[in-house]
């Protein structure tokens, strides 16, 4: 990490992590997303929960006086929307009083890969959005590595935080009692990533969740914090790496290989959703869909 920040002050960063990091300054997330593009999508999101469920769940925007501070991956707006209508269906569920904040739309932090202030930057942008929601407790969506930074530098980065942080996955394993599931008709297994089992303390939680869900559950040898890494963390998601991810990637092939075929391969993390459907092509796997755990989890909710 050092030798990173090092090279980012003399300007030698890759063009992918450096538009990244343009975006974060500009709009608060990796992807660009601007407010008006967001208020779209969670409106349209909310209309289809409603078609679906039959009831009113919002994904609120910027509401005053909320109690939970919801940090996404950007790519829930976009590519896995699933995983934010799932997250939305979960505190409807508990009936949290929640919101998004439009100052800070993105686990991920970069700065981890790039430049400690960067990584500064974007933490405040959180400390901003709790003051500004008067929120307790934060919650971060499904990012390996921006759980990683949530977990370890949230404290410090700017100073002591008044308020709480857990994961997403975290809050759902402790409430699994009181949610109204229905399992899953699906043989899926679940991916460690590696910022979650290697340095976010976040094992056994997804695999309650996983357990919970669906009819039939495959287990990875080895696993949690022994799990091979997919081949796409560490800033790596660039189109000129693909061949070296691919590589990176055999050991992780080998392993789901011998599971057996699979409905789905759940992995909360929003770099491992991006790798791992190239894995599966790459290494003709017999895997149906690459998916994130809320999105499992919101399809065994009964809410109608």
Not at 69 to 87: R, V
Not at 126 to 136: F, I, K, P
């Amino acid at each position: 990490m050092a030798m990173r920040n090092i090279l980012a002050k003399l300007g030698q960063v890759p063009r992918f992590i450096a538009g990244i990091a343009g975006n974060v300054l500009k709009t608060g997330n990796n992807t660009g997303i601007t407010k008006p593009a967001m208020a779209d999508c969670c409106e349209f999101l909310a209309e289809e929960l409603r078609e679906e469920t039959g009831q009113d769940i919002k994904i609120p925007l910027d509401k005053p006086g909320a109690e939970i501070l919801y940090i996404p991956s950007s790519t829930e707006f976009a590519h896995n929307t699933g995983t934010l209508l799932g997250a939305a269906k979960l505190f409807h569920a508990l009936q949290l009083n929640w919101t998004i904040a439009t100052e800070i739309t993105e686990a991920a932090n970069y700065g981890m890969f790039i430049d400690l202030d960067l990584l500064k930057h974007h933490n405040k942008r959180m400390l901003d959005a709790v003051r500004q929601t008067g929120a307790s407790l934060v919650v971060q969506g499904e990012c390996g590595h921006g759980w990683r930074v949530a977990k370890m530098f949230s404290e410090g980065a700017n100073g002591a935080i008044p308020f709480r942080i857990t994961h997403i996955l975290e809050l759902a394993a402790q409430n699994l009692a009181q949610l109204p599931l229905q399992k899953v008709a699906m043989r899926a297994a679940y991916h460690d990533p590696c910022n979650y089992a290697r340095a976010g303390d976040l094992a056994e939680a997804p695999r309650l969740i996983l357990q919970a869900c669906v009819t039939e559950y495959r287990e990875m040898s080895p696993n949690r914090e022994l799990n091979y890494c997919c081949g796409g963390g560490s800033g790596l998601l660039m189109e000129e790496m693909l061949a070296i991810r691919m590589q990176l990637a055999q050991k992780k092939a080998e392993q789901l290989r011998a599971l057996g075929p699979l409905d789905a391969l759940v992995a909360p993390c929003a770099s491992c959703k991006a790798q791992l459907p190239h894995v599966i092509r790459h290494y003709g796997l017999d895997i149906g869909k690459v998916t994130g755990l809320m999105e499992i989890l919101g399809a065994a909710l009964t809410l109608a």
